[in-house]
T-cell receptor
Framework: DTEVTQTPKHLVMGMTNKKSLKCEQHMGHRAMYWYKQKAKKPPELMFVYSYEKLSINESVPSRFSPECPNSSLLNLHLHALQPEDSALYLC???????????FGPGTRLTVL | EDQVTQSPEALRLQEGESSSLNCSYTVSGLRGLFWYRQDPGKGPEFLFTLYSAGEEKEKERLKATLTKKESFLHITAPKPEDSATYLCAVQAGQGGSEKLVFGKGTKLTVNP
């Protein structure tokens, strides 16, 4: 199984809502990532987990809260988002930190 | 400052017209260089990893090469299904200060 899955595929939320994005991999990878991607831009790194511990937070606003419940799962909790947070949110995993990454299909988030 | 620059930003080819995409980098301590392909609204798909100058990798119509300052992605006799954005990413740094730097991508369109 060389797949990274993400749910939901699409999410529309208001600025006062609380929602969560989920990511799962069963490749035994020990590094997992959250990226944000705006249209016609490259992926922008948000968070990195290595061995289930947060190792990198790229100065992301606190309205984004990551969680790694176990080595296969990665969540991104969203609260009080702004319209400019609308983007494609990508999850990725790799065997070791910053090596070849496998990306999920992404969650298209729209904040109204 | 670590930088990855891809050129051209966009490239239009006729089917069968071979060409090359460029990724130039200035980073401290290159650990690896990655090429990904991304279709609209989807997650990047891994193509190649290159680790040292002189290294080459091939897959179907694609060939990636690496020098000390840049990488090329050569596309031989492209087909319309090769249309996508091609992303270059460089793994740099070491021992707790590793990072992954993405280029802005080259959008390739292959016309039939």
């Amino acid at each position: 199984d060389t797949e990274v899955t993400q749910t939901p595929k699409h999410l529309v939320m208001g600025m006062t809502n609380k929602k969560s994005l989920k990511c799962e991999q069963h490749m035994g990878h020990r590094a997992m990532y959250w990226y944000k991607q705006k249209a016609k831009k490259p992926p922008e790194l948000m968070f990195v987990y290595s061995y289930e511990k947060l190792s990198i937070n790229e100065s992301v606003p606190s309205r984004f809260s990551p969680e790694c419940p176990n080595s296969s799962l990665l969540n991104l909790h969203l609260h009080a988002l702004q319209p400019e947070d609308s983007a494609l949110y990508l999850c990725a995993s790799s065997q070791a930190l910053f090596q070849r990454q496998f990306f999920g299909p992404g969650t298209r988030l729209t904040v109204l | 400052e670590d930088q990855v620059t891809q050129s051209p930003e966009a490239l239009r080819l006729q089917e069968g017209e071979s060409s090359s995409l460029n990724c130039s980098y200035t980073v401290s301590g290159l650990r690896g260089l990655f090429w990904y392909r991304q279709d609209p609204g989807k997650g990047p798909e891994f193509l190649f990893t290159l680790y040292s100058a002189g290294e080459e990798k091939e897959k179907e119509r694609l060939k990636a090469t690496l020098t000390k300052k840049e990488s090329f992605l050569h596309i031989t006799a492209p087909k319309p299904e090769d249309s996508a954005t091609y992303l270059c990413a460089v793994q740099a740094g070491q021992g707790g200060s590793e990072k992954l730097v993405f280029g802005k991508g080259t959008k390739l369109t292959v016309n039939p």
